[in-house]
Each structure stands twice: as structure tokens, then as C-alpha cells.
């Protein structure tokens, strides 16, 4: 027997910024990070980490990702993104937390991430900005279009991915092993988690490609007690 839950009323339209951003962030979790590599004008590698970021288009592949500006001034990221209208999402794991974490600190823009880090780069094929060696999985994009979104402190950026670089350890030429991958992903607050217990269920409606699909004519029911 299910029990039933108590719960809090909060009226969204009185939120506050802060208010709402602790809310949604800890509501809407876990959410995969873009750890994101762009170059500004002078030829500086720009790296920075960023958890409003989710796949929004399969054909062409697209990925969209929401960046907040600080009294109304672009972080580095997204100035660049507009300029160059290029970047480069990186997939943090296990192994590269603590870097993905440290590049997330308020650098001044004429100071690189990526060599305050020493991270190591590899270069790209089809865009400027470069990959983060150490990402098992690196997608390089070209800026589609953004969109300002409610009072204008978030844009969201959509790309399209022209290049997907993935390693031969999470990569069998069909499918992605996202176990082997081990991506990490951003909770509310200073909290962080990996993948976690896996479950298996087969797809209920046919994908793109059929992956995970079984054909059932009759749709299972859940009963409740």
C-alpha cells in the first residue's frame, strides 16, 4: 500500500531569485553537466562547468544549455559561445570531478582554466575550440540559435553537434556504455553523484532506431492496492 505524503505549498510567483533557484536545483535532479571548452578572441581556451544542460534534438543531434548572466554582465562561456558561435561539451566523470569542480571558480576572463589546471587538450576536428583529454566523451557544436529566457538573467543555447569523440573504453561502434562511462552529475547545494544502481526495463514506445524497444501488444497495467 502506497502511503500518502504530507506536503509543503510554496507559491512560485513570490519566489525570489534565490528562493527559486534553491528550489528548482534541488528539485530537478540529478541533471548531467556540461563541462564546456570555448576560445575567446585573443585564442584563449576558456573551461567551465554547467548543470542546466540536456539533449533537445536527435536529428541533427542537438544539445541545449542554459547560461545565467551576473548583473547583466555574459560569463566567459557565453560571450565566446556568441562570438565564435563554437564549443566544445565535455563529459565530466568520476576521475575528472575535482578539476571540473575547480573550473567552475570565478577566474578573471583573461586567466585560462584549462592551464590553471593543467589540463591537457587535444584538438578538434570540425570546430576551433579544443577537448579535454581526459573526457571519455567530448561533442563539438556550432551554435544554432539562443533564446533569452524569463526576465532575461538565463539564455539558453542551442547547438548542434557536428563531431561526437568518444573513447574506445565506453564506445563499442554502436552504443555508449554509460556504466563504463561513469558520468557525474549535479545535485542542489555542494553535492555531486554518480550513476548509482542501474535498472533494466524495455522501451514501451519505439525510439529512433528501435534501441531497447520490445513490440507488445498489449501494454502492461499497473495496479494499484
Not at 33 to 55: E, H, K, L
Not at 117 to 131: A, F, I, Y
Not at 148 to 175: M, P
Not at 177 to 204: H, K, Q, T, V
Amino acid at each position: 500500500m502506497v502511503m500518502m505524503k504530507k506536503f509543503a505549498y510554496v507559491d512560485a510567483l513570490g519566489l525570489d531569485t534565490a528562493e527559486a533557484y534553491r528550489l528548482i536545483v534541488g528539485c530537478v535532479v540529478p541533471r548531467p553537466i556540461a563541462w564546456i571548452t570555448t576560445v575567446d578572441a585573443d585564442g584563449r581556451v576558456n573551461a567551465a562547468p554547467f548543470s542546466s544542460y540536456n539533449y533537445v534534438a536527435t536529428d541533427p543531434p542537438m544539445l541545449a544549455v542554459n547560461i545565467t548572466s551576473k548583473g547583466g554582465v555574459l560569463k566567459d562561456t557565453a560571450r565566446n559561445i556568441r562570438e565564435s558561435r563554437e564549443f566544445v561539451v565535455n563529459v565530466a566523470d568520476l576521475a575528472t570531478m575535482e578539476a571540473m569542480h575547480a573550473s567552475a571558480s570565478e577566474y578573471p576572463p583573461d586567466v585560462s582554466e584549462t592551464d590553471e589546471l593543467n589540463l591537457e587538450l587535444l584538438p578538434s576536428t570540425r570546430v576551433k575550440p579544443p577537448r579535454i583529454a581526459a573526457s571519455p566523451v567530448q561533442m563539438e557544436c556550432r551554435l544554432d540559435q539562443f533564446i533569452a529566457l524569463g526576465k532575461g538573467h538565463n539564455t539558453l543555447y542551442i547547438g548542434e553537434v557536428v563531431a561526437f569523440h568518444l573513447s574506445t573504453d565506453v564506445y563499442d561502434g554502436q552504443r555508449v556504455n554509460s556504466a563504463a562511462m561513469n558520468p557525474i552529475a549535479r545535485l542542489g547545494g555542494p553535492y555531486y553523484a554518480a550513476l548509482g544502481e542501474i535498472y533494466n526495463r524495455p522501451m514501451l514506445q519505439r525510439p529512433p532506431g528501435g534501441e531497447g524497444w520490445i513490440h507488445q501488444a498489449n501494454p502492461p497495467i499497473i495496479k494499484k492496492d
